[in-house]
Nanobody
Framework: QLQLAESGGGLVQPGGSLKLSCTASGPIYTVATEGWYRQTPGKLRELVATINSGESTTYADFVKGRFAIFRDKVKRTVYLQMNNIQPEDTGVYYC???????????WGQGTQVTVSS
């Protein structure tokens, strides 16, 4: 069973930065897309950023110019660099890995990001 382990969340001041990590372990599959999603109280989980097998990236409008997604294939790790963090960025961040073929989805356990002065 493939597993995704997340880390890097925590308390940060407005305008600060965090770097989230998501490391895969277990069987190796061909990856179609990896991404980051976030969920805030009372709201649905929403897409933050994705990166596909050709290294093409997409970003939600509310993070463009502030966040960046990238990965290290050797380490089997995908990152979310979060800069100029704002209070509305508070939430639980989940990483996602989608395989090719049947497009099986795997999810990390979530990491809490809290933005406060």
């Amino acid at each position: 069973q493939l597993q995704l382990a997340e880390s890097g969340g925590g308390l940060v001041q407005p305008g600060g930065s965090l770097k989230l990590s998501c490391t895969a372990s277990g069987p190796i599959y061909t990856v179609a897309t990896e991404g980051w999603y976030r969920q805030t109280p009372g709201k649905l989980r929403e897409l933050v950023a994705t990166i596909n097998s050709g290294e093409s990236t997409t970003y939600a409008d509310f993070v463009k110019g502030r966040f960046a997604i990238f990965r290290d294939k050797v380490k089997r790790t995908v990152y979310l660099q979060m800069n100029n963090i704002q209070p509305e960025d508070t939430g639980v961040y989940y990483c996602n890995l989608r395989t090719t073929g049947y497009y099986k989805d795997y999810w990390g356990q979530g990491t809490q990001v809290t933005v406060s002065s």
